[in-house]
């Protein structure tokens, strides 16, 4: 009842005319970088990031989650109409929205989409709700050993649950703490890795990296490709969005299903593109008319959303509670809490309840905004895809490089930016993932200040990360899950399967 009473006080909060204008604004913001190709929420709550400096921590945050929502939706959009996901998660949509929309269904195959989206954010929601508290009351257990357990079971569980190549996980992690390494070392004040340049003093900066990987370096394989943009039309009819309200029910399994991979995959670093993957293959292989997938099959539309949609949520649930992000864009918005003064985790819910539940609050109205905002803003936000991507590109590129100025307004952001453009480059075209990287780079402080804290109180002995069952847990279940994904592999090989080194 006492966190009940906490969440009316946070409606309060977020119903004012004030909250609900950021709303609609971050939104609409949040769709157009959701159409735009190259961008996505990572990169675009990165650049807005600067602008929320002057504004209060609630309004701020207001702001950069409704962007993600808005996001998330508008990587649905192209997806349908154009076959080009705006988002890495709406890949797993094109498979069956885009031949709904060829057949003639797109107000169909778009209704499906919102309804099912709006449907798992929801439920992601209520799940924030219901166990942010008991998480973060039980976080208060934690000492350094602890939450250095917690550090290392998140990357453990990148390497054995995320779904790629596990040794190349490894190599982007690494490649994240090496970068967190630059700087003025934190416990010590000597100056580590830069070779005399005072420019590196306070280390890399993640919101550059962002730019760089996700923005720039999307471009660059897009222009390698020779995209062209060639949609469909888009006209809502509000006919067809009640038909397809009153027909959910026949999907009812899936959506809930696949909600709860969702909220599953958003809270462990699983994420929500392989969350939609995930649960676009159960389905499949679960459902009745499995030949009609890749067809324009409407389940194959509500699995990838509701489990895109719940991840995108959940994620912010360990952010806040525990101060471990669950996806780029959670890691992004942990280091505006940061910057902001607001230290995530569990004393974050007893020293600024009005922030936390603020956020929780607004987050029920801002996935009502988005759905009926996006029904009612498709055609002038599929209209953007018009345009030569000649025109497009540049603007993209020229938004990325003012983001990258202005977060410490200095030129050395700017040139990371293009460097870690060309990194991503390349980590797209080795299959490299990114998100490991970046959530090493947003990570790797405090889990070196952890490991060195418990280094100290144990006078050196590496017993004390198997002091007590809670830390011995933790440890064991990052062992289990870091060898996950190297036993299957190492089983083949065995069979005559190809070898780790040959995949």
């Not at 604004?25 to 949040?30: D, F």
């Not at 885009?98 to 919102?114: D, N, V, W």
């Not at 449907?119 to 998480?135: D, K």
Request: glycine share 12%.
């Amino acid at each position: 009842m006492t966190d009940f009473s906490f969440l009316w006080s946070g409606f309060e909060t977020a119903l004012t005319f004030h909250h609900i204008a950021i709303m609609i604004g971050g939104v609409l913001l949040g769709i157009l970088v959701g159409v735009l190709p190259g961008l996505g929420a990572p990169n675009g709550v990165t650049l807005l990031l600067p602008l929320t400096f002057t504004m209060d921590p609630i309004s701020a945050i207001i702001l950069l989650s409704s962007m993600y929502w808005g996001a998330l939706f508008g990587g649905s959009t192209t997806s349908i109409l154009f076959n080009i996901p705006g988002e890495p998660s709406s890949v797993a949509t094109t498979f069956d929205g885009h031949p709904m929309a060829k057949q003639g269904r797109t107000e169909e195959a778009l209704s499906t989409a919102f309804l099912s989206a709006g449907f798992g954010a929801f439920v992601g929601v209520v799940l924030v709700t219901l166990i942010a508290n008991v998480v973060a009351d039980f976080a208060l257990q934690f000492g350094p050993a602890e939450f250095f357990g917690v550090f290392l079971l998140t990357f453990c569980s990148y390497v054995g649950m995320s779904g790629g190549r596990p040794l190349k996980t490894v190599a982007s992690v690494l490649i994240g703490l090496i970068l967190t390494a630059i700087g003025m070392d934190t416990v010590s004040g000597e100056m580590r890795l830069t070779y005399g340049t005072t420019s590196l003093v306070n280390g890399v900066s993640y919101l550059a990296a962002v730019i760089g990987l996700f923005g720039i370096g999307e471009l660059l394989v897009t222009v390698e490709e020779g995209l062209e943009f060639k949609g469909l039309k888009a006209r809502m009819n509000f006919g067809v969005i009640w038909r397809t309200l009153k027909g959910m029910p026949r999907h009812a399994i899936v959506l809930l299903r696949s909600t709860a991979i969702g909220c599953w995959m958003g809270i462990t670093p699983g994420g929500p593109t392989a969350a939609s993957f995930m649960s676009y293959g159960i389905a499949r292989r679960f459902s009745r008319n499995k030949e009609n997938f890749g067809k324009g099959e409407p389940a194959g539309v509500v699995a990838p959303e509701a489990a895109d949609h719940s991840a995108g949520v959940s994620a912010l649930l360990p952010m806040l509670s525990l101060g471990i992000p669950g996806s780029a864009t959670a890691a992004v918005m942990m280091g505006g809490l940061m910057i902001w003064g607001l230290q995530p985790g569990p004393m974050l819910f007893i020293e600024q309840p009005d922030f936390v539940w603020g956020l929780i609050a607004s987050m029920y109205i801002a996935n009502i905004v988005a759905v009926v905002l996006v029904l009612s803003t498709i055609p002038l936000f599929a209209s953007i895809l018009k345009a030569p991507f000649s025109i497009i590109g540049p603007v993209i590129i020229v938004v990325c490089l003012i983001g990258a100025y202005t977060i410490s307004n200095r030129m050395l952001d700017v040139y990371l930016a293009l460097g870690f453009g060309v990194v991503g480059y390349l980590f797209k075209k080795l299959d490299y993932p990114i998100a490991p990287l970046i959530l090493a780079m947003v990570l790797g402080d405090k889990m070196e200040d952890a490991f060195r804290q418990s280094m100290l109180l144990s006078q050196g002995s590496f017993s004390i990360f198997f002091s007590n069952g809670l830390v011995s847990t933790l440890m064991v279940l990052s062992i289990l899950l870091a060898c996950w994904g190297l036993i299957p592999r190492f089983g083949r090989r065995r069979t005559g399967g190809p070898s780790l080194v040959e995949e």
